[in-house]
Protein backbone atom coordinates (compact mmCIF):
# COMPACT_ATOMS: atom_id res chain seq x y z
CA UNK A 1 0.00 0.00 0.00
CA UNK A 2 1.52 3.25 -0.93
CA UNK A 3 2.54 5.37 2.41
CA UNK A 4 0.26 8.16 1.48
CA UNK A 5 -3.02 5.88 1.70
CA UNK A 6 -1.66 4.39 4.13
CA UNK A 7 -1.61 7.72 6.60
CA UNK A 8 -4.32 9.00 5.35
CA UNK A 9 -6.20 5.61 7.18
CA UNK A 10 -4.19 5.95 9.70
CA UNK A 11 -5.57 9.51 10.64
CA UNK A 12 -8.48 8.73 9.86
CA UNK A 13 -8.52 5.35 12.24
CA UNK A 14 -6.20 6.50 14.25
CA UNK A 15 -5.33 3.06 16.58
CA UNK A 16 -7.94 1.06 14.93
CA UNK A 17 -11.05 3.15 15.87
CA UNK A 18 -13.28 5.48 14.29
CA UNK A 19 -12.61 8.77 15.13
CA UNK A 20 -14.49 11.61 16.07
CA UNK A 21 -14.11 13.92 12.83
CA UNK A 22 -14.32 10.84 10.81
CA UNK A 23 -18.03 9.77 12.37
CA UNK A 24 -19.40 12.93 11.70
CA UNK A 25 -17.93 13.44 8.51
CA UNK A 26 -19.26 10.24 7.35
CA UNK A 27 -22.92 10.61 8.84
CA UNK A 28 -22.99 14.44 7.13
CA UNK A 29 -22.15 12.84 3.95
CA UNK A 30 -24.94 10.10 4.33
CA UNK A 31 -27.35 11.76 5.51
CA UNK A 32 -27.09 14.05 2.79
CA UNK A 33 -27.46 11.00 -0.09
CA UNK A 34 -30.16 9.53 2.15
CA UNK A 35 -32.33 12.21 1.49
CA UNK A 36 -31.23 12.15 -2.25
CA UNK A 37 -32.42 8.75 -2.60
CA UNK A 38 -35.43 8.77 -0.80
CA UNK A 39 -37.04 11.96 -2.61
CA UNK A 40 -35.69 11.08 -6.81
CA UNK A 41 -37.19 7.61 -5.51
CA UNK A 42 -40.38 9.08 -4.09
CA UNK A 43 -40.45 11.35 -6.98
CA UNK A 44 -39.87 8.80 -9.57
CA UNK A 45 -42.59 6.64 -8.03
CA UNK A 46 -45.23 9.19 -8.52
CA UNK A 47 -43.89 9.69 -11.77
CA UNK A 48 -44.19 5.16 -12.45
CA UNK A 49 -47.54 5.53 -10.80
CA UNK A 50 -49.21 8.42 -12.89
CA UNK A 51 -47.50 6.42 -16.04
CA UNK A 52 -49.40 3.47 -15.28
CA UNK A 53 -52.60 5.57 -14.53
CA UNK A 54 -52.54 7.33 -18.14
CA UNK A 55 -51.64 4.00 -20.18
CA UNK A 56 -54.26 1.88 -17.97
CA UNK A 57 -56.91 5.00 -19.23
CA UNK A 58 -55.48 5.69 -22.19
CA UNK A 59 -53.41 3.39 -23.84
CA UNK A 60 -49.60 3.41 -24.89
CA UNK A 61 -50.51 5.21 -28.04
CA UNK A 62 -53.68 7.64 -28.86
CA UNK A 63 -54.82 8.46 -32.95
CA UNK A 64 -56.90 12.05 -32.84
CA UNK A 65 -58.47 13.26 -35.21
CA UNK A 66 -58.20 16.90 -36.83
CA UNK A 67 -62.08 18.02 -36.25
CA UNK A 68 -63.86 14.48 -36.45
CA UNK A 69 -63.15 11.14 -38.45
CA UNK A 70 -66.29 10.17 -40.31
CA UNK A 71 -66.90 6.49 -40.95
CA UNK A 72 -64.31 6.55 -44.58
CA UNK A 73 -61.61 7.92 -42.54
CA UNK A 74 -62.50 5.74 -39.65
CA UNK A 75 -62.28 2.37 -41.80
CA UNK A 76 -58.72 4.22 -43.12
CA UNK A 77 -57.27 4.68 -39.52
CA UNK A 78 -58.29 0.99 -38.25
CA UNK A 79 -56.94 -0.13 -40.91
CA UNK A 80 -53.47 1.20 -40.73
CA UNK A 81 -53.94 0.34 -37.04
CA UNK A 82 -54.38 -3.20 -38.37
CA UNK A 83 -51.40 -3.48 -40.27
CA UNK A 84 -49.01 -1.87 -37.20
CA UNK A 85 -47.30 -5.17 -36.31
CA UNK A 86 -46.65 -3.71 -32.36
CA UNK A 87 -50.80 -3.00 -32.24
CA UNK A 88 -52.43 -5.37 -30.03
CA UNK A 89 -56.00 -3.49 -29.68
CA UNK A 90 -57.92 0.01 -30.24
CA UNK A 91 -61.40 0.91 -29.22
CA UNK A 92 -62.75 4.02 -30.92
CA UNK A 93 -63.87 7.17 -28.86
CA UNK A 94 -65.09 10.68 -29.07
CA UNK A 95 -64.42 13.38 -25.91
CA UNK A 96 -66.11 16.25 -24.71
CA UNK A 97 -67.30 18.85 -21.92
CA UNK A 98 -70.82 18.80 -20.46
CA UNK A 99 -72.63 19.85 -17.39
CA UNK A 100 -73.90 17.53 -15.30
CA UNK A 101 -76.77 18.28 -12.61
CA UNK A 102 -77.98 16.11 -9.77
CA UNK A 103 -80.46 17.72 -7.14
CA UNK A 104 -79.50 21.85 -8.37
CA UNK A 105 -75.83 20.53 -8.35
CA UNK A 106 -74.00 21.68 -11.00
CA UNK A 107 -70.51 20.38 -12.44
CA UNK A 108 -68.77 20.59 -16.00
CA UNK A 109 -66.65 17.42 -16.23
CA UNK A 110 -65.11 16.07 -18.90
CA UNK A 111 -66.95 13.51 -20.22
CA UNK A 112 -65.30 10.35 -23.00
CA UNK A 113 -67.81 7.90 -24.27
CA UNK A 114 -66.61 4.21 -25.96
CA UNK A 115 -67.62 1.21 -27.47
CA UNK A 116 -67.50 -0.63 -24.08
CA UNK A 117 -66.74 -4.38 -25.61
CA UNK A 118 -64.17 -3.26 -27.90
CA UNK A 119 -62.65 -1.23 -24.80
CA UNK A 120 -62.12 -4.09 -22.60
CA UNK A 121 -59.28 -4.93 -25.01
CA UNK A 122 -57.61 -1.67 -24.09
CA UNK A 123 -58.26 -0.04 -20.76
CA UNK A 124 -58.81 -2.38 -18.01
CA UNK A 125 -61.50 -0.04 -16.34
CA UNK A 126 -63.33 -2.92 -14.29
CA UNK A 127 -59.84 -2.94 -12.39
CA UNK A 128 -60.74 0.88 -11.11
CA UNK A 129 -64.31 0.76 -10.36
CA UNK A 130 -65.32 0.92 -6.81
CA UNK A 131 -69.05 0.37 -7.39
CA UNK A 132 -71.42 -0.42 -10.16
CA UNK A 133 -70.16 -3.09 -12.82
CA UNK A 134 -69.32 -2.14 -16.09
CA UNK A 135 -71.53 -4.34 -18.07
CA UNK A 136 -74.64 -2.63 -16.75
CA UNK A 137 -73.33 0.67 -18.67
CA UNK A 138 -75.64 1.12 -21.85
CA UNK A 139 -76.40 3.92 -23.82
CA UNK A 140 -78.66 5.29 -21.37
CA UNK A 141 -76.20 5.04 -18.60
CA UNK A 142 -72.74 6.56 -17.27
CA UNK A 143 -70.41 5.99 -15.67
CA UNK A 144 -68.39 9.06 -12.93
CA UNK A 145 -65.26 9.56 -11.31
CA UNK A 146 -64.97 8.92 -7.47
CA UNK A 147 -64.75 12.65 -6.64
CA UNK A 148 -66.88 14.05 -8.82
CA UNK A 149 -69.89 11.26 -7.59
CA UNK A 150 -68.87 12.58 -3.87
CA UNK A 151 -68.74 16.52 -4.88
CA UNK A 152 -72.68 16.17 -6.64
CA UNK A 153 -73.96 13.37 -3.59
CA UNK A 154 -74.17 10.85 -6.74
CA UNK A 155 -74.43 6.56 -5.51
CA UNK A 156 -75.15 4.30 -8.04
CA UNK A 157 -78.60 3.45 -9.27
CA UNK A 158 -79.64 7.61 -9.45
CA UNK A 159 -80.58 9.52 -12.40
CA UNK A 160 -78.56 13.09 -13.65
CA UNK A 161 -79.01 15.56 -15.90
CA UNK A 162 -76.70 15.80 -18.76
CA UNK A 163 -76.78 19.06 -20.75
CA UNK A 164 -74.53 19.41 -24.01
CA UNK A 165 -73.37 22.25 -26.45
CA UNK A 166 -75.76 21.00 -28.72
CA UNK A 167 -77.95 22.29 -26.81
CA UNK A 168 -77.26 26.07 -27.58
CA UNK A 169 -76.42 25.27 -31.32
CA UNK A 170 -79.74 24.04 -31.29
CA UNK A 171 -81.25 27.41 -29.43
CA UNK A 172 -79.33 29.45 -32.35
CA UNK A 173 -81.83 27.60 -34.74
CA UNK A 174 -85.02 28.47 -32.77
CA UNK A 175 -85.17 24.58 -31.40
CA UNK A 176 -85.37 23.05 -27.90
CA UNK A 177 -83.57 20.26 -26.84
CA UNK A 178 -84.15 19.28 -23.07
CA UNK A 179 -81.66 17.80 -21.06
CA UNK A 180 -80.52 13.93 -21.38
CA UNK A 181 -81.32 12.11 -18.25
CA UNK A 182 -78.90 8.80 -17.59
CA UNK A 183 -78.43 6.34 -14.65
CA UNK A 184 -75.37 6.30 -12.77
CA UNK A 185 -74.75 2.73 -13.61
CA UNK A 186 -71.18 2.97 -11.99
CA UNK A 187 -68.27 4.99 -10.23
CA UNK A 188 -64.62 4.34 -10.42
CA UNK A 189 -61.06 5.75 -8.92
CA UNK A 190 -58.00 6.01 -10.66
CA UNK A 191 -55.96 7.36 -7.66
CA UNK A 192 -55.11 10.69 -9.66
CA UNK A 193 -56.51 14.04 -8.65
CA UNK A 194 -57.27 15.07 -12.16
CA UNK A 195 -59.14 11.83 -13.50
CA UNK A 196 -60.90 11.26 -10.09
CA UNK A 197 -62.64 14.79 -9.69
CA UNK A 198 -63.71 15.58 -13.06
CA UNK A 199 -64.51 12.96 -15.55
CA UNK A 200 -67.50 10.87 -16.86
CA UNK A 201 -67.57 7.65 -19.11
CA UNK A 202 -70.27 6.36 -21.12
CA UNK A 203 -71.16 4.85 -24.21
CA UNK A 204 -70.05 5.71 -27.21
CA UNK A 205 -73.77 5.99 -29.01
CA UNK A 206 -74.65 7.94 -25.97
CA UNK A 207 -71.58 10.65 -26.54
CA UNK A 208 -72.52 11.02 -30.36
CA UNK A 209 -76.05 11.75 -29.59
CA UNK A 210 -74.95 14.55 -27.02
CA UNK A 211 -72.72 16.12 -29.36
CA UNK A 212 -74.58 15.57 -32.80
CA UNK A 213 -71.55 13.64 -34.05
CA UNK A 214 -73.56 11.24 -35.77
CA UNK A 215 -71.51 8.63 -36.68
CA UNK A 216 -68.31 10.15 -36.39
CA UNK A 217 -65.37 10.08 -33.94
CA UNK A 218 -63.02 11.91 -32.27
CA UNK A 219 -60.08 9.36 -32.33
CA UNK A 220 -58.95 5.83 -30.99
CA UNK A 221 -56.98 4.36 -28.05
CA UNK A 222 -54.56 2.08 -28.81
CA UNK A 223 -52.57 -0.72 -26.89
CA UNK A 224 -49.38 -2.17 -27.66
CA UNK A 225 -48.32 -5.85 -27.67
CA UNK A 226 -45.70 -6.45 -24.67
CA UNK A 227 -42.32 -5.06 -25.25
CA UNK A 228 -43.30 -2.66 -28.19
CA UNK A 229 -41.95 1.02 -28.63
CA UNK A 230 -44.59 2.95 -28.33
CA UNK A 231 -42.54 6.05 -30.27
CA UNK A 232 -41.69 3.96 -32.86
CA UNK A 233 -45.19 2.48 -33.27
CA UNK A 234 -46.61 6.15 -33.10
CA UNK A 235 -44.13 7.47 -35.71
CA UNK A 236 -45.07 4.25 -38.10
CA UNK A 237 -48.86 4.97 -37.61
CA UNK A 238 -47.85 8.69 -38.62
CA UNK A 239 -47.01 7.67 -42.07
CA UNK A 240 -49.42 5.21 -42.63
CA UNK A 241 -52.75 7.12 -41.36
CA UNK A 242 -54.29 9.21 -43.21
CA UNK A 243 -53.74 13.13 -43.25
CA UNK A 244 -56.52 13.96 -40.90
CA UNK A 245 -55.57 11.81 -38.29
CA UNK A 246 -52.04 11.47 -35.94
CA UNK A 247 -50.40 9.55 -33.48
CA UNK A 248 -49.41 10.48 -30.11
CA UNK A 249 -47.67 8.54 -27.54
CA UNK A 250 -49.03 8.15 -23.92
CA UNK A 251 -46.29 10.96 -22.71
CA UNK A 252 -47.01 13.63 -25.74
CA UNK A 253 -50.38 13.47 -25.22
CA UNK A 254 -49.39 15.03 -21.43
CA UNK A 255 -46.25 16.48 -22.14
CA UNK A 256 -47.49 19.60 -19.98
CA UNK A 257 -48.11 17.48 -16.70
CA UNK A 258 -44.81 15.46 -17.85
CA UNK A 259 -43.05 18.29 -18.04
CA UNK A 260 -44.21 19.73 -14.80
CA UNK A 261 -43.51 16.59 -12.87
CA UNK A 262 -39.99 16.20 -14.18
CA UNK A 263 -39.27 20.03 -13.43
CA UNK A 264 -40.82 19.46 -9.51
CA UNK A 265 -38.21 16.34 -9.50
CA UNK A 266 -34.91 18.26 -10.96
CA UNK A 267 -35.41 21.18 -8.50
CA UNK A 268 -36.02 18.50 -5.48
CA UNK A 269 -32.76 16.88 -6.85
CA UNK A 270 -31.01 20.38 -7.33
CA UNK A 271 -31.71 21.51 -3.61
CA UNK A 272 -30.76 18.45 -1.89
CA UNK A 273 -27.60 18.37 -3.53
CA UNK A 274 -26.88 21.74 -1.24
CA UNK A 275 -26.95 19.18 2.09
CA UNK A 276 -23.61 17.30 0.13
CA UNK A 277 -22.55 21.01 -0.38
CA UNK A 278 -22.17 21.46 2.98
CA UNK A 279 -21.20 18.39 4.10
CA UNK A 280 -17.67 18.70 1.86
CA UNK A 281 -17.42 22.53 3.00
CA UNK A 282 -17.59 20.91 6.45
CA UNK A 283 -14.88 17.95 5.63
CA UNK A 284 -12.84 20.99 3.93
CA UNK A 285 -13.27 22.88 7.48
CA UNK A 286 -11.95 19.92 9.20
CA UNK A 287 -9.09 18.24 6.89
CA UNK A 288 -7.75 21.97 7.34
CA UNK A 289 -7.61 22.28 10.89
CA UNK A 290 -5.74 18.63 10.62
CA UNK A 291 -3.17 20.34 8.51
CA UNK A 292 -2.99 22.97 10.80
CA UNK A 293 -2.17 20.61 14.00
CA UNK A 294 0.16 18.85 11.65
CA UNK A 295 1.96 21.13 10.48
CA UNK A 296 4.99 19.67 11.99
CA UNK A 297 4.45 16.26 10.89
CA UNK A 298 4.08 17.19 7.35
CA UNK A 299 7.43 19.51 7.01
CA UNK A 300 9.15 15.86 9.05
CA UNK A 301 7.52 14.34 6.11
CA UNK A 302 9.10 16.45 3.69
CA UNK A 303 12.16 16.13 5.09
CA UNK A 304 12.80 12.57 4.54
CA UNK A 305 12.18 12.50 0.89
CA UNK A 306 8.52 12.98 0.59
CA UNK A 307 6.92 14.87 -2.44
CA UNK A 308 4.33 17.28 -2.58
CA UNK A 309 2.00 15.46 -4.53
CA UNK A 310 2.28 12.56 -1.56
CA UNK A 311 0.92 14.50 1.20
CA UNK A 312 -1.38 16.23 -1.00
CA UNK A 313 -2.24 12.76 -2.57
CA UNK A 314 -3.06 12.13 1.27
CA UNK A 315 -5.68 14.41 2.55
CA UNK A 316 -7.06 13.69 -0.99
CA UNK A 317 -7.49 9.91 -0.39
CA UNK A 318 -8.82 11.21 3.42
CA UNK A 319 -11.95 13.28 1.46
CA UNK A 320 -12.43 10.38 -0.76
CA UNK A 321 -12.33 7.99 2.27
CA UNK A 322 -15.07 9.76 3.50
CA UNK A 323 -17.21 10.21 0.97
CA UNK A 324 -17.01 6.38 -0.07
CA UNK A 325 -18.03 5.64 3.96
CA UNK A 326 -21.13 8.17 3.70
CA UNK A 327 -22.25 7.41 0.13
CA UNK A 328 -22.62 3.41 1.98
CA UNK A 329 -23.96 4.76 5.04
CA UNK A 330 -26.56 6.85 3.25
CA UNK A 331 -27.63 4.79 0.42
CA UNK A 332 -28.56 1.82 3.37
CA UNK A 333 -30.27 4.40 5.68
CA UNK A 334 -32.31 5.47 2.16
CA UNK A 335 -33.23 1.78 0.81
CA UNK A 336 -34.07 0.98 4.49
CA UNK A 337 -36.40 4.24 4.49
CA UNK A 338 -37.60 3.56 1.61
CA UNK A 339 -38.96 0.29 2.74
CA UNK A 340 -40.84 1.51 5.83
CA UNK A 341 -41.67 4.29 3.94
CA UNK A 342 -45.72 3.32 4.29
CA UNK A 343 -45.29 3.18 7.85
CA UNK A 344 -43.58 6.33 8.32
CA UNK A 345 -46.36 8.08 6.43
CA UNK A 346 -48.91 6.48 8.85
CA UNK A 347 -47.03 7.12 11.78
CA UNK A 348 -46.89 10.92 10.44
CA UNK A 349 -50.88 10.94 9.84
CA UNK A 350 -51.73 9.70 13.35
CA UNK A 351 -49.80 12.47 14.83
CA UNK A 352 -51.38 15.14 12.30
CA UNK A 353 -54.30 14.57 10.18
CA UNK A 354 -55.40 11.28 10.74
CA UNK A 355 -55.09 8.35 7.93
CA UNK A 356 -58.48 8.81 6.57
CA UNK A 357 -57.79 12.35 6.04
CA UNK A 358 -54.69 11.59 4.88
CA UNK A 359 -55.98 9.15 2.30
CA UNK A 360 -58.98 11.84 1.39
CA UNK A 361 -57.07 14.82 0.54
CA UNK A 362 -53.46 13.33 -1.16
CA UNK A 363 -55.16 10.30 -2.76
CA UNK A 364 -52.80 7.78 -1.86
CA UNK A 365 -53.06 5.39 0.91
CA UNK A 366 -48.99 4.09 0.64
CA UNK A 367 -46.29 6.36 -0.28
CA UNK A 368 -45.15 5.03 -4.16
CA UNK A 369 -41.51 5.46 -4.72
CA UNK A 370 -39.47 3.46 -8.19
CA UNK A 371 -35.87 3.81 -7.76
CA UNK A 372 -33.53 4.24 -11.41
CA UNK A 373 -30.45 2.93 -11.50
CA UNK A 374 -29.42 6.53 -13.20
CA UNK A 375 -30.73 8.21 -10.14
CA UNK A 376 -28.25 6.00 -7.78
CA UNK A 377 -24.88 6.19 -10.29
CA UNK A 378 -25.71 10.03 -10.63
CA UNK A 379 -25.99 10.37 -6.53
CA UNK A 380 -22.81 7.92 -5.71
CA UNK A 381 -20.83 9.57 -8.76
CA UNK A 382 -21.69 13.27 -7.16
CA UNK A 383 -21.48 12.05 -3.61
CA UNK A 384 -17.72 10.78 -4.08
CA UNK A 385 -17.04 13.88 -6.04
CA UNK A 386 -17.77 16.25 -3.80
CA UNK A 387 -15.90 14.88 -0.95
CA UNK A 388 -12.92 14.35 -3.21
CA UNK A 389 -13.11 17.72 -4.17
CA UNK A 390 -13.77 18.93 -0.35
CA UNK A 391 -9.91 17.61 -0.12
CA UNK A 392 -8.38 19.46 -2.81
CA UNK A 393 -7.88 22.83 -0.36
CA UNK A 394 -6.26 20.89 2.29
CA UNK A 395 -3.93 19.30 -0.34
CA UNK A 396 -2.74 22.42 -1.77
CA UNK A 397 -2.35 23.74 1.73
CA UNK A 398 -0.08 20.70 2.69
CA UNK A 399 1.96 20.43 -0.69
CA UNK A 400 2.96 24.46 -0.14
CA UNK A 401 4.32 24.13 3.20
CA UNK A 402 7.83 24.43 2.99
CA UNK A 403 9.76 21.48 5.33
CA UNK A 404 12.18 24.27 7.02
CA UNK A 405 9.58 26.53 8.03
CA UNK A 406 7.17 23.33 9.06
CA UNK A 407 9.65 21.88 11.17
CA UNK A 408 9.89 25.36 13.23
CA UNK A 409 6.23 25.82 13.00
CA UNK A 410 5.02 25.83 17.05
Known amino acids: ?159 VSVYSPLMMERLKQNEVLLPREVRVAGIFQIGHQQLDSSTVLCSLRLMQDLYGLGRTVHGYNVRLQPGADEYAVASALNDALPPQAYALTWFESNADFQAVLSFERNMIFFLLTFIIVVAAFSITSSLLMSVVRKTREIGLLAAMGGKARDVALCFCAQGLVIGAGGTAVGLGLGFALLHWRDAIVRLIASFTMGQEAFVKFYQFSSLPAHTAPKDVAIIVVFSLAAATLAGLIPAWRAARLKPVEALRSE
Open 1 to 159: MPWPIYLALKQLFPTGRVSFFTLISVLGVGLGVALMLVSTSVMGGFGHQIQRMIIDTQGEVQVRARGVLDPQLATATENALRKQPGVASFAPFAAGVVMLEFERRPAFPAITGFDVERMKEVIPLQRYLIAGRLDDLDDDSVILSSILARSLGVRVGDN
